[in-house]
């Protein structure tokens, strides 16, 4: 197999181990996000389109709280303010997210059958332990293999589409050689590394992130995401309506167990 295999259908790709995005992808928090925001736009008259929600999705809060207000520049509100006020409306609604289809099949079942998995998410810590505590049966298979926005490891203002963290996902909590450079500057031996990864996603910014580090990446997108023209090269390797139209075995995972 050569360092890249991407030109390679994912059957005959090497995968190792895989990294979850978790907002909009494992948990239906998209629609919160969306909800509240739009709350508190809609005090000002403005709402928060698609298009506009795309290139929010994944980045960092403070990124994307920024970048959100850009859009509009006559009200009010500052970023501390927003975040502030979508916090407080926000985590009242978190303790009772749900999985999204799909989601804890798959997880379990990587878990069960031994492959290495890893969370990489855009949240804050304290705001993971909301989302999650009540969904130990999901994120329990994830044990300490979690790497969320605020951990020190994370270099300020790297956040997706950066690939930072996917590579410290995979160079942290499952201990992997993959190295810390984009892809065009990584070694022969952390390319290699990265082409054995999978990664699930569900925001453009996130897509993005994971073919920056050189990784495979199949794509879950909010149906709305389809109909937004996004710029760039990185495009996904697979793309699925929801989780449970993957298919391990396709990339030479595990298949599931038939009833």
């Not at 030109?7 to 005959?12: A, I, K, T, V």
């Not at 969320?148 to 942290?172: H, N, Q, S, T, Y």
């Not at 952390?190 to 495979?216: C, H, T, W």
């Amino acid at each position: 197999m050569s360092v890249s295999d991407s030109s390679l259908p994912p059957s005959q790709r090497k995968i190792d181990y895989v990294i979850f995005d978790m907002d909009g992808l494992l948990i239906d928090s998209e629609r919160v996000y969306t909800d509240v925001t739009n709350n508190i736009l809609a005090r000002f008259g403005k709402k928060m389109t698609w298009d506009i929600k795309a290139g929010l999705m994944g980045k960092s809060e403070r990124q994307s709280a920024e970048d959100l207000l850009s859009f509009f520049p006559g009200i009010p509100l500052t970023a501390e303010d927003y975040l502030r006020e979508r916090d407080e409306q926000q985590d009242l609604l978190w303790p009772h997210v749900q999985p999204l289809p799909g989601a804890v099949r798959l997880v379990q079942h990587l878990h069960s059958r031994g492959v290495p998995i890893a969370l990489a998410t855009g949240s804050r810590r304290a705001k993971f332990e909301l989302k999650t505590g009540h969904l130990d049966y999901l994120f329990g298979c994830f044990g300490n293999r979690v790497i969320c926005a605020d951990d020190a490891v994370i270099p300020e203002g790297r956040g997706k589409p950066r690939p930072d963290i996917f590579l410290i996902a995979a160079r942290e909590p499952l201990g992997l050689p993959v190295g810390t450079a984009e892809v065009e500057e990584a070694t022969d031996e952390e390319k290699a590394m990265r082409s054995r990864a999978l990664v699930f996603e569900d925001a453009i910014p996130g897509v993005q992130a994971a073919k920056r580090a050189g990784m495979n990446v199949v794509w879950v997108p909010d149906p709305n995401l389809l109909e937004v023209e996004y710029s760039g090269l990185h495009r996904a390797d697979e793309v699925l309506r929801s989780l449970e139209d993957f298919d391990p075995e396709k990339w030479g995972l595990p298949p599931y167990t038939k009833n």
